[in-house]
């Protein structure tokens, strides 16, 4: 379950995750803080939110998938000090039914983190 809370520790929001569509292959635990966008999570976005004196760390960060793989995006948010990550396809980047753009209703992604292919 993904839980917004305010600036007081107030539940603002609960969003019951759908098991199978969710992909949570991490750790057991929990990660709270801020949220982050950071674009695709590449070199340059990440650069970009230095120079706009942002930082991840500590936070959460929220990137598009595409332009570079989700391993690279974790591993790169990580070493930005980031807890955690939440990708998303967005449906600008995203092929839908019969070619046109978004996903669809019931499109689940899935993708992995693992830089060697062996798992998340």
């Given amino acids: ?8 520790g107030e539940e603002l929001e609960r969003l ?4 199978d569509a969710f992909c949570a292959w991490s750790v057991s635990g929990n990660a709270t803080g801020g949220l982050v966008y950071g674009h695709y999570g590449r070199p340059q976005d990440l650069a970009e939110l230095r120079a706009r004196g942002v930082s991840a760390r ?20 990580a070493e930005a000090g980031a807890v955690g990550v939440l990708l998303y396809p967005d449906p600008q980047d995203t092929a ?14 899935t993708v992995h983190v693992s830089g060697r292919g062996c798992g998340d």
């Fill in 96 to 109: 839908g039914p019969g070619g046109g753009l978004g996903l669809g209703g019931e499109t689940a992604v």
């Fill in 1 to 8: 379950t993904l839980h917004w809370v305010g600036p007081k």
């Fill in 58 to 77: 500590g936070h959460l960060m929220l990137l598009r998938l595409g332009r570079g793989s989700p391993a690279q995006k974790v591993a790169a948010a």
């Fill in 16 to 19: 019951h995750l759908d098991p």
